[in-house]
């Protein structure tokens, strides 16, 4: 197994070789490719994504930083940050028995003046693709003098048979905001999808996506991450993005690795956070 560096439609690192697919872009150091062994994908990329320098790409994991959505005051552009529209430097791609290790970072000399978010930082995406576990984990660093708080979601795109029969554990109990609603409300039981779901709960905790259509199970676990984002656009948003196919958000679920709102992370000079998820094939 050899991964090579492509162009087309997008600079970027793939390995595809019998039956195992990884791939990642330097646009939005952007997973969009993992599919094990043996596996069907496990991401999931619209068939509208429009692949191009200026757009954000639509499935796999979007890096979302410095701000999550419109930022905390609902006010900044684009959405969900700069990082997801930047060509990141990839610094490191290299096999590891059945895996593949890609390293990228992001800085003030890659994304330029920035005067929504005007501070010195590093930041860097190792992903680790192997035959039963992705591993993505983002690290902040700021470089310069003087403090600063940013937002941040590794907003990943789950390939699912059908989202209506998914069921989603781990959150029982735990408060979240209903974006749909505006509203705060506690989590009784599992979550199912029965109508547009964009909720960003209060959660440390490992997920379980149950996918009975498949037959297959996954956990989401992670680290440094105040907050799980559950996300399915339904019927009617689906129709008005149009990166994003009519009839496709059957087949898709986010479960999203993020710090955002009141859980937007602070950093002193010289200080460096990291925020990792993992999503295991069981
Ligand atoms: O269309 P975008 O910018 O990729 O965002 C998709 C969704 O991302 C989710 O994380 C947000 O909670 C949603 O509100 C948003 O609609």
């Not at 290299?94 to 000399?109: F, K, M, R």
């Not at 680790?128 to 700021?142: I, K, S, Y």
Request: aromatic content about 8%.
């Amino acid at each position: 197994m050899a991964h090579e560096i492509t162009t087309n439609p997008l600079r970027g690192v793939e390995l595809n070789d019998s039956d195992v697919h990884y791939g990642v872009y330097d646009h939005g150091a952007h997973v969009w490719a993992w599919q094990p062994l043996g596996q069907d994908p496990v991401l999931w990329v619209s068939a509208k994504s429009e692949l191009e320098d200026d757009k954000p790409i639509r499935g796999g994991v979007p890096v979302c930083f410095p701000w999550f959505g419109p930022g905390r005051e609902g006010n900044l552009q684009p959405a969900h940050g700069f990082a997801r529209l930047a060509d990141w430097r990839l610094v490191d791609a290299s096999e590891t028995g059945e895996g593949l290790v890609v390293e990228y970072e992001l800085d003030n000399e890659i994304t330029g003046e920035q005067p929504a978010w005007p501070h010195a930082y590093r930041a860097r995406l190792r992903v680790a693709f192997g035959p039963r576990d992705l591993d993505l984990e983002l690290t902040v660093e700021n470089t310069g003098d003087e403090a600063f708080s940013y937002e941040e979601a590794l907003h990943t795109y789950l390939s699912v048979g059908d989202v209506r029969h998914v069921r989603v554990t781990g959150l029982e109990g735990a408060r979240y905001l209903d974006k749909v609603s505006g509203e705060w409300a506690d989590q009784v039981g599992e979550v199912e999808i029965t109508s547009e779901t964009d909720r960003v709960y209060l959660s440390t905790d490992d997920v379980l996506v149950d996918d009975p259509t498949p037959g297959r199970k996954l956990r989401i676990s992670k680290r440094g991450s105040a907050n799980t984002v559950v996300w399915n656009p339904w019927v009617a948003k689906s129709a008005a993005m149009p990166d994003f196919g009519d009839d496709e958000w059957t087949g898709m679920l986010c479960i999203e690795a993020a710090n955002a709102l009141d859980d937007a992370v602070r950093l002193e000079p010289g200080a460096s956070h990291t925020m990792a998820q993992r999503i295991t094939i069981l």
